[in-house]
């Protein structure tokens, strides 16, 4: 009996006493797999620089460079469209259209001198364009609006457009939106894709101002004209050169109508309109010129009487 018991102490102990080793040879194990695993990456990392380090040293070089001859370019480009007096916002993306298709030829010489194919890219970006295609409709037919505007110039910086029932001075065109500012200094934003294919008046820097305001028959219409002429011509309300006419516009029911246009610049429109107004009034008061008002005249027929 007792020498059972000294058979389950003995295996008991031995249990123990290989349990403990392993658990002492354990996180030396791990830590001989870890550094034979930091070691043959260090290896490849090693072979990776003694094979491809002068592929990268030259991709590095290669691209600087052609950011350098990228900024250079671009900036002789829009140094020829200013010298040609071609408009800024056109200069402005040709300059930065040729610099973005330098820049991509860099980087596919860059890609192909570390050895990586660029046709996996090629495709790839071909997949990503396409979904982007579908999903930013509008916003790409604003951007192609936009190209056909920088293009085409149906209006310029500071020329005065109307469209869509909107009037004010082009500040700025841009590719997916135009920028256009009111007489109160208020900026209207237009998207491009609402511009191209509408009719829109453009009236360069001035805008047409209509005005009208009727005489009495008693008074003489010709004398009138040219004393509206006259007084108008006196006002410091126009752009280079006094611009308007003057002339009979309708044989109303009580009055004749005198019709007034002038070309006013887009950004003093109201204010030379009231003054316009102010001027007439005085004028027509200090030559005692009638200005009517809708009346109608009664005749009472008394009835025959009956013999």
Known sequence: MSDLKSDNT???????????????????????????????????LIDFITQY?????????????????AGKISKLVLRVCEKKKIDITLSLFLAS?????????VIVIVL??????VTPFLATIGAVSLGAVLALQGLLANY?????????????IDDTIEILGVTGIVKEVKLAFTIIQDEDGAQITIPNKHIVGEVMLNSKKDSLLKLSVGISYQD????????????????????????????IDDFADSAITIGIR????????????????????????QEKITIPFPQHDIHMIEPKKLA
Do not use: C, H
Request: proline fraction near 3%; avoid cysteine; charged fraction near 15%.
């Open 10 to 44: 003995e295996n008991l102990t031995t249990a123990i006493t290989d349990t403990a080793q392993q658990a002492i040879d354990l996180p030396a194990e791990l830590l001989r797999e870890e550094i034979e695993q930091a070691s043959q990456l260090y290896q490849i």
């Open 53 to 69: 380090s002068f592929q990268l040293v030259g991709a590095v070089l290669i691209f600087l460079v052609g950011l350098f001859l």
């Open 97 to 105: 259209t040729v610099k973005v298709m330098v820049m991509a030829m």
């Open 112 to 117: 192909s001198k570390i050895g990586i194919s």
């Open 144 to 156: 192609a609006s936009g190209f056909n505007i920088i293009v085409t110039r149906p209006f310029v």
């Open 220 to 247: 003489n219409p010709i004398a009138v004209i040219a004393l509206v002429e006259r007084t108008l011509a006196k006002l410091d309300i126009y752009t280079d050169e006094v611009r308007m006419q003057v002339g």
């Open 262 to 285: 002038l070309w006013i610049p887009t950004t003093n429109l109201y204010a030379a309109k009231y003054n316009a107004y102010q001027a007439i009034y005085s004028a027509f008061e």
